[in-house]
């Protein structure tokens, strides 16, 4: 007979251990009707449909009469409320709930994008490599490459998605205004105020010879091909061709690298192309976890905890857990709960509670680590066609030129 381990009912139902035995000890003396199975001397419960409904249940009352001395109830400040939309909000809560994790992007408002412009401006001044050094040898290697597939074509745009600082984009900027290429430079990001970092560095980098043109977008979902229309029903957009930046590594973060990519595909035209930077899967890599602006610290990075402090979720009330998933390969940054937790979320017209229980985590970082071939094999998938890949001499950085493949070649 199928049973469960006590340890798969501890995950499955977000329940103590002790529980679980008071469970077996309930269906012994008949005030739960549990079927239990003996194996080897110990007693298990029987995995049946009725036992997971009974179970179910159990859980579930457990949940509701939760000793209240010992849950604890946070509210979110009202920085939260004014920083994020009431969709932004339902779709924090929604992930909570179902996938125990906290979408990446929305770290990056407000002082979350200074955080993240202090830990890039960290990484340029090391010595050692890291994602943004990476980047920056990799464009530049590949400037060649990019002449070749930009021949004939007078009007270059830049479409530079989840911006961040501009920084890694600069010195293709000077490129292509050395050589009259640069027609527009669009920046998205969900952050305005990332974008209004991004758009001071390109002042103070070209002045007035480049107008920024900065977009609030969730890649996760938003297409951007409407900001390109006007340029591709001109009389000159034979001789116009949107080159499309994902760099940074940013698409390895999100819980389903297809559907983004899916977003991205969605949203060139037939001649456009896209450059991808990725740190493929090594085992230095498995292990490197700093995203401190200050190098060397060991808690939560601000940015990191940036959502967790408007939520009012203190610090006394998790442990940091920082790992890599072998069996997933997924290196991840999470909290595991040390106490119940209700999560009060109110609203003008109503309230919503979240209830997390003791043990309990909560993602806050996902990488997936994938070697190059596979990186490649994911841009494929969706239907891009490889033009250009190469790494950086230490070979822990990768740099893609993709086009879209077209019907009449998929055909075949």
Not at 140 to 150: F, K, M, P, V, Y
Not at 213 to 219: F, K, L, S, T, W
Not at 247 to 258: E, H, K, Y
Not at 279 to 305: C, I, M, V, W
């Amino acid at each position: 007979m199928l049973y469960f381990r006590h340890n798969e009912l501890v995950e499955r139902f977000r329940v103590s251990l002790k529980t679980v035995h008071n469970w077996i000890d309930a269906a012994k003396q008949g005030k739960l009707e549990l079927q239990l199975h003996v194996h080897n001397g110990r007693t298990y419960i029987a995995n049946t449909a009725k036992n997971n409904t009974i179970l179910e249940t159990q859980a579930e009352k457990g949940k509701k009469y939760r000793n209240t001395l010992h849950n604890r109830v946070v509210t979110p400040g009202a920085s939260f409320y004014n920083l994020y939309n009431r969709r932004q909000i339902l779709d924090i809560i929604s992930n909570i709930e179902i996938h125990r994790e906290i979408p990446r992007q929305y770290n990056y408002l407000d002082g979350g994008a200074t955080n993240w412009d202090n830990w890039l401006k960290r990484l340029e001044k090391e010595d050692s490599p890291n994602i943004l050094k990476g980047t920056l040898e990799l464009i530049q290697t590949n400037l060649g490459a990019l002449e070749l597939l930009l021949e004939g074509y007078k009007r270059i745009n830049i479409i530079d998605i989840g911006v961040g600082n501009a920084r890694p984009v600069k010195e293709l900027l000077e490129y292509l205004l050395k050589r009259n290429l640069l027609h527009r430079y669009v920046a998205i990001d969900i952050s305005e105020s990332m974008l209004q970092i991004a758009e001071q560095n390109i002042k103070n980098w070209f002045g007035d010879k480049i107008t920024f043109e900065g977009h609030v977008r969730d890649i996760t979902y938003e297409r951007f091909d409407d900001l390109l229309v006007d340029d591709m029903l001109a009389n000159k957009a034979d001789e116009t061709l949107n080159l499309v930046l994902f760099l940074g590594a940013t698409l390895i973060n999100f819980r389903s690298t297809s559907d983004v990519l899916r977003v991205v595909y969605g949203s060139m035209g037939p001649d456009d192309l896209l450059v991808y930077s990725d740190k493929p899967d090594t085992e230095a890599a498995r292990h490197y976890f700093d995203f401190n602006p200050q190098p060397g610290l060991t808690e939560l990075s601000p940015n990191h905890r940036f959502i967790l402090d408007l939520m009012n979720i203190d610090k006394s009330l998790y442990d940091v857990e920082m790992g890599f998933n072998e069996e997933t390969r997924m290196r991840y940054v999470r909290i595991r709960l040390k106490t119940t937790l209700t999560i009060n979320f109110k609203f003008e017209d109503g309230e919503r509670e979240v209830h997390l229980e003791k043990g309990d985590t909560i993602l806050l970082l996902r990488v997936w680590h994938l070697t190059t071939l596979e990186i490649l094999a994911e841009f494929e998938k969706i239907g891009f066609i490889l033009l250009q890949s190469s790494l950086t001499r230490d070979r822990q950085f990768q740099l893609t030129i993709s086009a879209l493949e077209s019907r009449s070649t998929r055909d075949l």
